[in-house]
């Protein structure tokens, strides 16, 4: 039995060690925002944070957490108010199929912890996540205004 912390609460999960992250999450423990894409790590959508860190979480073993602390988008709004990135995304029309989005949230959330005021080129280089919409210009205007937020 692997316990986990995620959004700041403990999780028993009695799942094979060898089980995707993504898996645990969606399956056993019910958190479902963050979503299935590729399985191979390359889209972006299961994206969440261990430790701070975007983590595409299909690809990642649950014994490969360890006692890492997990935040997943159901964690990401804190006291009832939504992340300036959440809301920065609503304000800026960024959400069309909404494949993505979950996953897009967090890599920016990530990136804006790491560089509060990051330039094209630093959005660029950390915004791997694939948009099937194509609405990368919205979500550079959304880091852009969470980032003055």
Not at 116 to 121: E, I, M, S
């Amino acid at each position: 039995m692997a316990v986990l912390t995620i959004n700041g609460k403990k999780y028993d999960a009695a799942v094979d060690p060898e089980t995707p992250l993504l898996w645990v999450l969606r399956d056993a423990l019910g958190l479902t925002g963050t979503k299935y894409g590729c399985g191979i790590a390359q889209c972006g959508a299961c994206t969440v944070h261990i430790d701070g860190v975007p983590t595409r979480s299909c690809a990642v073993p649950l014994e490969a957490v360890g006692d890492g602390k997990i935040t997943t988008i159901e964690g990401l709004a804190a006291n009832g108010m939504l992340h300036k990135v959440q809301k920065a995304w609503l304000d800026n029309d960024v959400p069309q199929c909404g494949y993505c989005q979950s996953g897009m949230i967090m890599a920016a959330a990530a990136l804006l912890a790491e560089k509060p005021n990051p330039t094209d080129d630093d959005i660029d280089a950390a915004m791997t996540n694939i948009c099937r919409c194509g609405t990368y210009q919205q979500v550079r205007a959304a880091i852009h205004a969470a980032a003055r937020a």
